[in-house]
């Protein structure tokens, strides 16, 4: 099938789960944030199972071909795997700046970094069990879980980011063997820092898919729309994913008004557009969409492009999230009988 639909990872939390003024109030977590849930810890887990249920069926009743569990347990979407790694301590965090240049608490590297236990594994298993469509999961990447920890052991940030991508492949192995169709590495500071990137990123996200049997996905992004207002229309990092062993790269367009000619360079992928502006509270037209795909139709060829949000949604009211998704899907049908496939 031309053009299916997915989201990139997040679906809103429902306000009964979590507190979404403190949600909104402060920067991403990276470190464990329970004070942002409002069930209390005995009944947090049964909460989350039926809030991530709701997601799924509300990503189905929109139409989407390839659902997630909508990160629906995470307080952010690195934090539920980067704080679960042994050698990093929890109860003594670091200092780090953000990508919106304000300091934010992060896990501090104390020991090699390794993998204890599977972490999403029953995050996917739950969401099989709970949906005929095609399923993706999350992770956050190597190079991304290095930029948010602060580095109190390794010599050299190489090596780190090295052990980090031994420990995500280990847990994407794990995800295929439990039967995702899709796994995701999320990796939105080589966007912010390509020097790094360039310098050992790739190297490491590589790594992260040594081995890898299905379908991967790099999505790299400037930011969620509510961090970041202003977006440039270029990125600093996307053509050097042409050498990465993943099948396909997310990418945002809409917000951005992207110039689509980048995407020549990445030829052999095929490209999860992003074309939903998560800035912009009206809910945009299936037209709409549809011309911001066919910008990129103009450099990549039909049968590789993927509908997507720009990025995670997890900041927007949910009924502006589930119309921007059903007009997704609407554009998608437009598209596919412009193609000879309606």
């Known amino acids: 099938m031309l053009f299916p639909t997915t989201i990139v990872g997040s679906y809103p939390q429902p306000d009964w789960l979590i507190d979404r003024q ?16 409002r069930v209390p810890e005995p009944y947090l887990a049964q909460a989350q199972d039926d809030a991530t249920l709701l997601a799924i069926r509300w990503q189905e009743e929109a139409g989407l071909d390839i659902v997630s569990d909508g990160e629906i347990r995470r307080e952010s979407y690195s934090n539920r795997f980067a704080t679960a790694l042994e050698g990093v301590d929890l109860d003594n965090p670091g200092v780090m700046m953000g990508r919106a240049g304000l300091p934010n608490p992060v896990p ?15 995050d996917l298993k739950f969401l099989k069990a709970h949906t005929t469509r095609r399923t993706k999961i999350t ?12 580095n109190d052991f390794y010599p050299g940030e190489a090596e780190a980011a090295m052990d980090y991508a031994a420990a995500l492949n280990e847990e994407i192995k794990d995800l295929f063997a439990a039967g995702a169709d899709v796994v995701q590495i999320d990796e939105p500071y080589m966007q912010a820092r ?22 991967t996905c790099v999505h790299i992004c400037f930011g969620y729309a509510f961090v970041t207002h202003e977006k440039p229309n270029g990125y600093s990092f996307l053509p050097e994913l042409a050498g990465c062993r993943c099948g396909q790269v997310s990418i945002e367009t809409a917000q951005s008004k992207l110039d689509t000619r980048v995407l020549r360079e990445l030829k052999g992928k ?30 990549v060829a039909p049968e590789n492009v993927i509908l997507a949000p720009d990025c995670g949604m997890k900041y927007l009211p949910r009924e502006v999230a589930q119309g921007k998704l059903v007009a997704m899907v609407a554009a998608a049908r437009m598209l596919r009988a412009e193609f000879g496939q309606g």
Not at 22 to 33: C, D, F, I
Not at 139 to 150: D, E, H, I, N
């Open 108 to 122: 501090r590297i104390v020991g090699r970094i390794r993998r204890m236990r599977p972490v999403e594994v029953q």
């Open 270 to 299: 095929q490209v999860l557009v992003g074309c939903l502006d998560l800035n912009d509270m009206n809910v945009e037209t299936p037209e709409i969409v549809a011309d911001r795909v066919r910008r990129a139709l103009e450099h």
């Open 139 to 150: 992770v956050p990447g190597p190079f991304t879980m290095l930029q948010q920890a602060q």
């Open 22 to 37: 403190k949600l909104t109030g402060r920067l991403p977590p990276r470190v464990r944030a329970s004070e942002l849930w």
């Open 194 to 215: 390509p020097e790094k990137a360039r310098e050992y990123g790739l190297q490491a996200l590589n790594r992260a898919l040594e081995g890898v049997q299905g379908t």
